[in-house]
């Protein structure tokens, strides 16, 4: 059971893969966190799949995160009369609100929002972007459209409106009514789709009332401009690189998803590089080099995770790609050069606080002392570990928390390994004493080893980190 990398490994579920013997068999090539898409299936089948994933997380004797992506809101053009119609290049075309099927010249686009932001000159995709709108003129009700991109357009094709901020919520009626189901479900983590600016992740915090801890999903370039505040705002981040290499220049996508990942780095956030990342192995057992690479680039760039879509919800060899990702990851952190380029890009904490001070020490620590086999994170609120985990060590980072909720959440942080400890833990001598029961029961150290452990006291308390120690293993 592949537990030896720092990188982890997010697998979407989905008709290819989800059956018990399936799941396991994904858990067993290496996945550490599965995707439940909200956009697809029902609630039926998320439930049993959630609880499927439970009983293999008892089985297999390890924490397993649960990610419920909401769908959030799909623009989308309306029915065609004969469900489709070729646009040619240099026609004109009509978007206007009108319920009627569309045909070649007009059709309905049922979001009044998107003509409240719309003005002369804009561009609209439609269907990932193999067609290319213009706006000529536009009002609250109709846009008036030139085809610069031509091609067939069929009903219910979706829109993307690069650097348009719209008035619209990140979260819909939808969006609500599963959140509700996912959390009565337990899980640990919310996509939150589209979001736009930070104020979309204050309101779903509201919603989800910390049963979860949240992901924002950046799928719009005008995310970017808020970054900062969004990956603050969130608990994590997901590049999201569908939406945004057809909203931007598709050539700014790697540029992006380098900012983002050293953004989330710098604010001890973790993040999740997404989509398309082995597509070929949809319908083949292989994947391209160029994906290979791809998938290789986002490791080398201290991505906390790897996520996998169709290959595992809809492929037939979601088994193979997640061993296949597996492989590519191990290969990469097996090189000399990753942890190199990795210390090379720390940072000083970005504040003075106690915590950030004290695990910036610890990797310090880490790289001088000899014989350290571990970083002990003790962490209530899960804050700690990804501090620890923003400097990147060397060694593997094992997280004890008396929340089971924190401990597989922590599962999808990289270099993490969570472990439960509801011991109450009155003096230092318990903190190292459990530290070590944990770390050579597990066979992390042996005896000549040394142990670094962060915690703060008084115990259990958040935001206390203000300790750090090592312990000679007898």
Excluded at 77 to 84: A, E, L
């Amino acid at each position: 059971m592949p537990t030896d990398t720092h990188t982890k490994i997010l697998a979407t579920l989905g008709p290819s893969s989800a059956t018990r013997e399936q799941i396991e068999k994904l858990i067993d090539a290496g996945a550490d966190a599965f995707r439940i898409n909200f956009s697809h299936g029902t609630h039926a089948e998320h439930k049993e799949r959630v609880k499927l994933i439970r009983q293999l997380e008892k089985e297999k004797g390890r924490f397993i995160s649960i990610l419920a992506d909401l769908q959030g809101p799909k623009l989308r053009v309306g029915m065609f009369r004969d469900d489709k119609v070729l646009l040619k290049e240099g026609q004109k075309f009509t978007l206007d609100l009108n319920p009627e099927p569309g045909d070649e010249q007009r059709v309905c686009l049922p979001h009044k929002e998107i003509f409240a932001a719309l003005k002369a000159g804009d561009k609209l995709l439609v269907n990932d972007g193999y067609i290319v709108l213009r706006v000529r003129s536009c009002d609250r009700k109709h846009a008036l459209t030139t085809v610069e991109v031509g091609g067939y357009i069929s009903s219910h094709k979706g829109v993307n409106l690069p650097n348009t901020q719209l008035n619209i919520s990140a979260i819909t009626q939808k969006d609500r009514e599963d959140l509700k189901f996912a959390l009565k479900l337990g899980v640990d983590w919310i996509g939150l789709s589209f979001v736009q600016r930070a104020e979309d992740v204050r309101t779903a915090k509201k919603l989800v009332d910390g049963k979860a801890w949240i992901i924002s999903k950046l799928e719009k370039p005008s995310a970017i401009e808020d970054l900062d505040a969004i990956i603050q705002e969130s608990a994590a981040i997901m590049v999201a690189r569908g939406d945004l290499g057809v909203e931007c220049p598709i050539q700014n996508v790697p540029v992006l998803q380098k900012k983002i990942v050293a953004a989330c780095r710098k604010y001890a956030r973790p993040v999740i590089v997404a989509t398309q990342m082995l597509e070929s192995m949809i319908g083949n057992p292989t994947p391209t080099r160029a994906e290979v690479s791809d998938v290789a680039t986002a490791v080398y760039d201290g991505a906390d995770t790897v996520m996998l879509s169709a290959e595992t919800a809809a492929g037939r060899y979601p088994v193979e790609a997640v061993k296949m990702m597996h492989n590519i990851v191990r290969e990469v952190e097996a090189d000399p050069l990753f942890f190199e380029i990795l210390q090379a890009s720390r940072r000083r904490p970005c504040n003075s606080e106690e915590a950030d001070s004290i695990t910036f020490a610890a990797s310090e620590l880490s790289c001088t002392l000899k014989g350290v086999k571990a970083i002990v994170s003790y962490t209530t609120s899960g804050l700690t570990t990804f501090l620890t985990a923003r400097e990147r060590p060397y060694l593997p980072i094992l997280a004890m928390t008396p929340d089971i909720a924190v401990a597989r959440r922590l599962a999808l942080v990289w270099g993490v390994r969570p472990f439960l400890n509801k011991t109450n833990l009155h003096n230092f001598s318990n903190v190292e004493n459990a530290a070590v029961k944990v770390a050579t029961a597990n066979n992390y150290v042996h005896s000549g080893d040394h142990l670094i452990i962060t915690a703060g006291f008084p115990l259990n308390v958040k935001g206390m980190t203000n300790m750090l120690h090592t312990v000679h293993i007898k």
